[in-house]
């Protein structure tokens, strides 16, 4: 996966949801849990993108020699 394409996916992630945040109305625990739910899908995102999770779930690492 391409290091431009990392980064401006993760500046477009981090600024809509900073526009969320900032801009529509919401309890405090709801926009907790909203954060809570992109900053997982962008981890497992960037896992499964340097092939460190699989798509069955296994994780892949490198052997030690």
């Known amino acids: 996966m ?3 394409t990392v980064v401006l996916t ?3 992630v981090g600024v809509l949801l900073w526009l ?4 529509i109305p919401m309890d405090g625990k709801i926009k907790q849990v909203l954060n ?3 900053l997982i899908a962008v981890i497992l995102w960037l896992l499964y993108g340097f ?4 798509h069955s779930g296994e994780i892949r690492l490198p052997e030690i020699k």
Request: charged share 0%; no cysteine.
């Open 2 to 4: 391409p290091l431009i």
């Open 10 to 12: 993760l500046i477009v």
């Open 20 to 23: 969320v945040n900032t801009y």
């Open 36 to 38: 809570v739910v992109v």
């Open 51 to 54: 092939g460190v999770l699989g």
